[in-house]
């Protein structure tokens, strides 16, 4: 008796939010905003250290700071903001923008110096860009 075999085949994005991620869409910027605060809160709080309010102003220019690096091609810090700040740059593969916030910041966690920023109980506001690969932190 030949039996058949049915192999059912539903799109991936039904689980998984199947978008390429490797160069953030921008209508996705606030989205990965609020998962990258929010994990940011949960991090600091793990470290007896306040919650920093978002900021709009600072958002804007990180969000301006990475947009320069993606256009000259230069990956540095912009001596902008002496408050402090977040540089990464990076294309990978990621399915959700929680999952991307989550990459981004571990990045950041294994770094002392960037580790240093995001554990500062002198910073009091946060704001961050991301532009095609490019991802920005600023603190006040």
Partial sequence: MNKLLL?????LSVYTQDIDFSK???DN????RYYMHQELNEYRLQNNVKELELSDSLNELAQSWAKTMFE????KHSNLYPSGENIQYGSR???TLKKKAHWTLQSW?????HDANLKSSYFIKVGYGFYEGYKVQIFE
Avoid: C
């Fill in 7 to 11: 192999i059912l085949l539903l799109p």
């Fill in 24 to 26: 953030t869409p921008q």
């Fill in 29 to 32: 910027v606030d989205s990965l």
């Fill in 72 to 75: 000259t091609g230069e990956f």
């Fill in 93 to 95: 593969h990621i399915f």
């Fill in 109 to 113: 966690k294994d770094s002392p110096g």
